[in-house]
């Protein structure tokens, strides 16, 4: 398999910035991976910490044990003032996820012109 390839299926499929390291390209992968890791890390800690308060809310007797009120009160999670920053920081992963896809792909075809 050529270096692109697996430069460019190690950055989209396992995280960003893996594709940098497997061309030694250490710093700036180690760069996007810490990123990409603490985005999800983020999100992660977000949505869990919602979905804890809804099931609190459904445990005390608060929203009934039922899919609308619960849809509801995700949708209400979901307008909450997190939620601007939530998508900021997806936003974040995506174009690094992107970025570090197509950077990993230039990198590989530059050092296989070479």
């Known amino acids: ?22 061309l030694r390209k250490y710093r700036l992968g180690i760069a996007l991976v810490t990123v990409a890791l603490s985005a999800v ?9 919602k979905a804890m ?3 609190d ?9 039922d899919m609308l009120a619960i849809s509801a009160q995700i949708q209400n999670a979901s307008n909450s003032p997190d939620a601007q ?3 900021i ?6 174009i690094c996820w992107l970025a570090a896809a197509v ?5 590989a075809r530059k050092l296989e012109s070479v």
Not at 89 to 94: E, G, N, Y
Request: glycine letters at 6%; hydrophobic letters at 55%; zero cysteines.
């Open 53 to 55: 308060s809804i099931s």
């Open 85 to 87: 920053l939530i998508n």
């Open 103 to 107: 950077d990993a792909y230039r990198l």
């Open 1 to 22: 398999m050529k270096r692109t390839t697996v430069a460019v299926l190690l950055s989209t499929l396992v995280i960003p910035g893996a594709g940098h390291v497997y």
């Open 41 to 49: 890390s983020f999100l992660l800690v977000k949505v869990s910490q």
């Open 57 to 65: 809310k459904i445990i005390a007797g608060d929203v009934p044990l």
């Open 89 to 94: 920081v997806t936003w974040v992963f995506f």
